[in-house]
Nanobody
Framework: QVQLVESGGGLVQAGGSLRLSCATSGRTVSNYAMGWFRQAPGKERDFVAVINWSGTITYYTDSVKGRFTISRDNAKNTVYLQMNSLKPEDTAVYYC?????????????????WGQGTQVTVSS
């Protein structure tokens, strides 16, 4: 079993920055792709970013390209999401997730383990 715990969310003004962390435990996760998703009130859970097992390949949804950076430290079993130039439309609960598939995916149904989420609120 794998446990994922997000942290680092909070309230920030537009243009500000936050760094989310996702600590994993229960099993070695360094072999798996890890993703970040977000869900705003009344909306679907949407893909934000994904990183491969070694940290050498990343993909982002278009709306965060150039502003967000996903990274990982396999020695610490932790994945990060650095969020810069935040906008009010980035307000959501952010979730990290682990996929056991061999292909990196932007589809939430391809992820097997999820954290509980951390709230990010960006004020205008």
């Amino acid at each position: 079993q794998v446990q994922l715990v997000e942290s680092g969310g909070g309230l920030v003004q537009a243009g500000g920055s936050l760094r989310l962390s996702c600590a994993t435990s229960g099993r070695t996760v360094s072999n798996y792709a890890m993703g970040w998703f977000r869900q705003a009130p009344g909306k679907e859970r949407d893909f934000v970013a994904v990183i491969n097992w070694s940290g050498t390949i990343t993909y982002y949804t278009d709306s965060v390209k150039g502003r967000f950076t996903i990274s990982r430290d396999n020695a610490k079993n932790t994945v990060y999401l650095q969020m810069n130039s935040l906008k009010p439309e980035d307000t959501a609960v952010y979730y990290c997730a682990l996929s056991q598939r061999t292909v990196m995916s932007q589809e939430k149904y391809d992820y097997d383990y999820w954290g509980q989420g951390t709230q990010v609120t960006v004020s205008s």
